[in-house]
């Protein structure tokens, strides 16, 4: 089992950033790949980063040039530095852990946080 714990959500202005957490517990050593996905009022959830264990990232288009992902495994703690927020950004943002086929596919996932909010204002 691992948990996840998201944190760093919040209320910012557009053209602000934010970085969110996701601190990983348990048997991390299973977690060959981590992704934030997002869900807003009304919409299925999406991709919006993965990072494998060799450190490939890979992005959804619409935050290509704005989010970072990154980790520090000493700490077992994923990150999302958010730059250049956008109202459309506005939603809840998950950590996943230990991809199965798809990164892209929110079911392909089999651990997840429980969310942080994000909302941008206009």
């Known amino acids: 089992q691992v948990q996840l714990v998201e944190s760093g959500g919040g209320l910012v202005q557009a053209g602000g950033s934010l970085r969110l957490s996701c601190a990983a517990s348990?048997?991390?050593?299973?977690?060959?790949?981590m992704a934030w996905f997002r869900q807003a009022p009304g919409k299925d959830r999406e991709f919006v980063t993965v990072?494998?264990?060799?450190?490939?990232?890979s992005y959804a288009d619409p935050v290509k040039g704005r989010f970072t992902i990154f980790r520090d495994n000493a700490k077992n703690t994923m990150y999302l530095q958010m730059n250049s927020l956008k109202p459309e950004d506005t939603a809840v943002y998950y950590c996943?852990?230990?991809?199965?086929?798809?990164?892209?596919?929110?079911?392909?996932?089999?651990?997840w946080g429980q969310g942080t909010e994000v909302t941008v204002s206009s």
């Open positions: 990072i494998w264990s060799d450190g490939t990232t």
């Open positions: 996943a852990a230990a991809l199965g086929d798809t990164y892209y596919r929110a079911t392909s996932w089999h651990y």
């Open positions: 348990g048997r991390t050593f299973n977690t060959n790949a």
